[in-house]
């Protein structure tokens, strides 16, 4: 059981940088979705 809390304990942080760096990511995919509809409508 020790081993396994160890385990969680050390997973912990890991996954809270994987959740950062999702969540940046699709900030950055909206992002870059938002800028090419307004450089299409800006075209128009």
Known sequence: ???LFNQLNVN???LKNFRKTMEVRTFKEDLHS???RYKRYSQN
């Open 1 to 3: 059981v020790d081993e």
């Open 34 to 36: 938002y800028l090419m």
């Open 12 to 14: 912990e942080p890991i």
